[in-house]
């Protein structure tokens, strides 16, 4: 039994964690492609606003799109609340509200990731070198945390409830980082050199910690429509969209009343492995890759529901005092 | 000894661990072994470790001030404050001697009132209590017990006597402080833990959980028991979240529960509603059900107190409890202890003067230089007057204050309270300090082994209130049979 903003809290804390995890991966990433850059090769910092449908609000707040504010922003901005620093003080402050239920050490672990990105989020801002050892250092603490997850923590329904956050998330932002990255080459494939587009996805690969793993199960190229394939439907890669949808059902099998969502999930994982990923051009990647992320959004809300607000239905219905009216 | 601070040359006040000759008191001879033993800097190192044990475990409590909540990381020093075995045996027995009495003090006066029928405790006194619930009058909790959870404040005078100085009968905090104060001290000095024999303090969650459980009006069934507390706000909402965690019981803000219309407490859970059994609230009476007391309180639960009166849920502390949390009545206790037991008080309270007694008040007004005097209602060292520390205007102030409401007001002479070694500067100066323990009872009673040392952390302070800048120490019961 748990209890519903409990379980609310547990998922959301999860996605906050694995948003800032994914956030830090593709500064990362971005930035090591960057380096590789032929001379007059342009590259748009901005079109990482965009991944989490920030754009706007940097454009609001921010008069210049450059390196220094593009970082300032998706890093240690409190007020966007897609910031790597805004995610682990969300995370934080579920977790505050959740040590009952989390393995004690939990809160301990979230609270110094938190201090250390507090203090350090401002050095990964200003230069290019220490923002790769600070993003790194989030990620690998964030690693000892979903270790400590897996390992110190009973594989109930709080577990299944963080495993759910952590896979839609990842899910989404796969879809998101294909979308982006789909977005930059595809209109002009015909003048952007084959090598810089190799480049581009490989970056896209890694900043989803997928490279080597491509590599070994695909291919050394990499080639757009087998990477797309590969992000989207490889059973075997954890940061795929189909590996996702299947974490997502086996937590939802280990659930109480989760057939309507099971059912959800398996529908869509199926229309998923049956795309053709080297017959798409760039419109209809975006259109697919659009659906999906409406689907993993129903997913979502058919959660909220099911979990969430489910003790609404319980509530008994007040006689009202009918025959006291009617006796005046 | 090497480490005292100067500041000890001029001690007047008990010390808890040297006596006048700053000689180490027996029961506190093996730490001082042990921390003459460190080298040079190593105290200061280990105060380091402290720290930063302290952060990476976020203990914290919450300061409220105009720029919003703040997160304090609570005051540890290092150095235990040490008590034998013995002494303390005594003192547990003067505790849940008193509880038991003031427990059936409360069911009293919610039911024949025969005390003030004997002439025993002054009617006026209960007819000007703002801690009297008349919505819980011919209520009879299970095992006649209305508080469940009592905070006995203890201080000890120059003379080594020691002294209640209060019982908190509302929701009184700070247990949490002292199972994670013996946390820290294994963290930073277990060579210590292998030299001395320190009795555990890790029971309380258990004796709390079965506390509660006994409290289910579902007998024969796993009962769901729920810590109620007001929010992450809250300045106790660690010990809230800490508590429920050693228990395995649920932590839920008052929107989590709902009273439906068959008059039980459900809890909102993933897969709907589910009946709660014992609830143990951290919010005062007044927030508890808007439907009984403050119809603006967002953080209680609407229905509660029918729930309760019909004997659907258990709370505790039950409400109301809190009448005899209240400095005034606090005067009677010995009384009530011989009344209700027809036994002599194991523990002493400090002699008190009441404002309500015309030839007291007099002598209050014409001391007040030299006692403290309190509001018979506050807590947290809020709203007192030390008198001996104030200024002519203070005490001009407080004197008007007393006439215009003298049943709110009670004094007690300033005690010389005792100190103990506190790590200042790589010394060891004095300061001086109190003892909370806890004491638990429904169907068993129960005190805590020694309880949570507050320290005034400031040179010569008395207040050890940590909304007022106190700090804690560890709190060993040592065994001395085997030093």
Redesign the interface.
């Known amino acids: 039994?748990?209890?519903?903003?409990?379980?609310e809290n547990l998922y959301w804390m999860a996605r906050f964690l694995e948003r800032a995890e994914n956030t830090a991966r593709l500064i990362n990433s971005t930035t090591h492609v960057l380096l590789d850059l032929p001379e007059g090769a342009t590259f748009g910092w901005v079109n990482l606003t965009e991944i989490a449908g920030m754009d706007d609000l940097f454009t609001q707040n921010y008069p210049k799109a450059n390196e220094e504010s593009i970082m300032r922003f998706l890093i240690e901005d409190a007020s966007n609340p897609g910031s790597i620093f805004s995610c682990i003080q969300y995370a934080r402050?579920n977790t505050?509200?959740l040590?009952?239920?989390l393995p004690?050490e939990m809160?301990?672990r979230v609270?110094?990731l938190y201090?250390y990105v507090r203090d350090n989020a401002h050095i990964a801002c200003s230069s290019r070198r220490e923002r790769y050892m600070v993003l790194n250092e989030i990620i690998q603490q964030r690693h000892a945390i979903v270790g400590l997850f897996a390992g110190a923590m009973a594989h109930d329904?709080a577990y299944q409830l963080i495993k759910l956050g952590r896979n839609i998330e990842r899910a989404d932002m796969t879809t998101r980082i294909l979308d982006l990255h789909s977005a930059i080459i595809f209109p002009d494939e015909s003048v952007i050199q084959e090598a810089l587009m190799e480049r581009i996805w490989m970056s896209t690969l890694d900043s989803l910690s997928s490279y080597q793993s491509y590599r070994r199960l695909i291919s050394m190229h990499v080639r757009s429509d087998a990477a797309i394939s590969f992000l989207l439907q490889d059973m075997r890669f954890p940061r795929s969209v189909a590996f996702c949808l299947s974490e997502i059902e086996s937590c939802f099998k280990q659930m109480?009343?989760s057939q309507q969502l099971q059912q959800l999930t398996t529908q869509l994982r199926h229309k998923i492995a049956q795309y053709v990923t080297d017959k798409l051009d760039a419109i209809a990647l975006h259109e697919h890759l659009d659906l999906l992320q409406i689907e993993l959004g129903e997913i979502h809300e058919s959660l909220l529901q099911n979990?969430?607000h489910?003790?609404q239905?319980?509530?008994?219905p007040?006689?009202q005092p009918s025959n006291e009216f009617a006796q005046q | 000894m090497e480490l005292a601070s100067k500041e000890y040359a001029t001690h007047t006040a008990y010390d808890e661990l040297l006596d006048r000759e700053l000689r180490p008191r027996t029961a506190a001879l093996p730490l001082f072994d042990y921390l003459n033993s460190l080298n040079d800097g190593e105290l200061a190192t280990r105060q380091q470790a402290v720290d930063a044990t302290i952060?990476?475990?976020?203990i914290t409590f919450t300061i409220y001030s105009e720029s919003g909540n703040i997160d304090r990381v609570w005051p540890f020093d290092p150095i235990p404050r040490v008590m034998a075995r013995k002494e303390w045996e005594h003192i547990q027995a003067g505790l849940k001697q008193r509880l038991t009495a003031l427990n059936m003090f409360i069911n009293d006066l919610y039911n024949e009132q025969q005390i003030i029928k004997d002439g025993v405790l002054p009617a006026e006194i209960l007819d000007s209590s703002t801690n009297f619930r008349p919505q819980c009058i011919g209520i009879k909790p299970r095992f006649g017990v209305w508080a469940h959870i009592c905070g006995t404040d203890l201080v000890r005078d120059s003379n080594g006597t020691v002294y209640v100085l209060e019982d908190n009968l509302r929701v009184p905090s700070g247990v949490s402080y002292m199972l994670e104060n013996r946390q820290i001290m294994k963290r930073i000095f277990p060579e210590v833990f292998r030299t001395t024999h320190i009795l555990p303090v890790d029971d309380y969650p258990t004796q709390l959980y079965h506390t509660l459980a006994a409290l289910s009006p579902r007998a024969g069934e796993q009962p769901?028991i729920a810590v109620l507390t007001p929010g992450?706000y809250n300045s106790a909402?660690f010990e809230h979240?800490?508590l429920?965690?050693q228990m395995g019981?649920?932590?839920?803000?008052g929107?989590?529960l709902?009273v439906?219309?068959?008059d039980i407490v459900?809890?909102?859970?993933?897969?709907?509603?589910?009946r709660v059994d014992v609830i143990y609230r951290r919010i005062d009476d007044a927030f508890l059900d808007p439907e009984v007391f403050n119809p603006d309180s967002v953080l209680g639960v609407p229905g509660l107190m029918r729930a309760w009166r019909k004997g659907n849920v258990g709370i505790a502390n039950a409400p109301g409890a809190g009448v005899a949390d209240d400095k005034v009545v606090y005067t009677f206790v010995p009384q009530i202890i011989r009344y209700y037991l027809n036994e002599e008080p194991i523990l002493a309270n400090v002699p008190s003067y009441l404002c309500m007694y015309d030839d007291q008040r007099e002598y209050v007004l014409a001391n007040l230089d030299k006692l403290v005097v309190k509001p018979a209602n506050e807590s947290g060292g809020y709203g007192m007057l030390i008198g001996p520390r104030a200024t002519h205007e203070e005490r001009e102030k407080f004197a008007a204050l007393i006439r215009e409401n003298p049943r709110n007001y009670m004094a007690q002479p300033t005690l010389d309270i005792s100190t103990a070694p506190t790590l200042v500067d790589g010394k060891l100066a004095p300061r001086h300090l109190d003892l909370r323990p806890f004491v638990l009872q429904s169907d068993k009673l129960y005190a805590t082994t020694g309880g949570l040392t507050r320290v005034a952390m400031r040179q010569g302070s008395l207040v050890v209130n940590s909304s007022q800048g106190g700090g804690s120490k560890d709190t060993w019961i040592v065994e001395e049979g085997d030093l």
Not at chain 1, 313 to 316: P, Y
Not at chain 2, 249 to 253: G, M, R, Y
């Open positions: 039994m748990m209890l519903a903003r409990v379980a402050e505050r509200t040590r009952e239920v004690a809160w301990e609270n110094s201090l329904v109480p009343k979990y969430f489910a003790w239905a319980d509530i008994q007040v006689l | 952060k990476a475990m976020g769901v992450i909402y979240s800490y429920a965690q019981a649920f932590l839920v803000e929107s989590d709902l439906d219309s068959d459900y809890l909102k859970s993933i897969t709907g509603l589910q």
